[in-house]
């Protein structure tokens, strides 16, 4: 079974940066996509970043030239650094992993997700 633990989360003032780490158990690792979605209080869980399997990445315009997908293979961690924070960014932050080969825009591909960590910034 695959587990996936978010961490790094909490309160920044915008303009600020937070990087968000995710551990991944269960499976092997590297031959695998991964991506980052969140979810604001009353709107629909988002896709925000992806990092395939050989490390090439693609993300939401919304993020784009702010946030930055990486992974670490050797340690089973997927990061997902932030800069630029806007209010607007507020959200609880979700790692996930689909079950078989390849990512996605859509967060019905994915098959495992984390618990989530919620990032806020302040205005």
């Known amino acids: 079974q695959v587990q996936l633990v978010e961490s790094g989360g909490g309160l920044v003032q915008a303009g600020g940066s937070l990087r968000l780490s995710c551990q991944a158990s269960?499976?092997?690792?590297?031959?695998?996509?991964m991506a980052w979605f969140r979810q604001a209080p009353g709107k629909e869980r988002e896709f925000v970043a992806a990092i395939r399997w050989s490390g090439s990445t693609y993300d939401a315009d919304s993020v784009k030239g702010r946030f930055t997908i990486s992974r670490d293979n050797a340690k089973n961690t997927v990061y997902l650094q932030m800069n630029g924070l806007k209010p607007e960014d507020t959200a609880v932050y979700y790692c996930a992993a689909p079950r078989v080969w390849g990512s996605s825009y859509d967060a019905s591909f994915y098959a495992y997700w984390g618990q989530g960590t919620q990032v806020t910034v302040s205005s």
């Open positions: 269960g499976r092997t690792f590297s031959g695998y996509d």
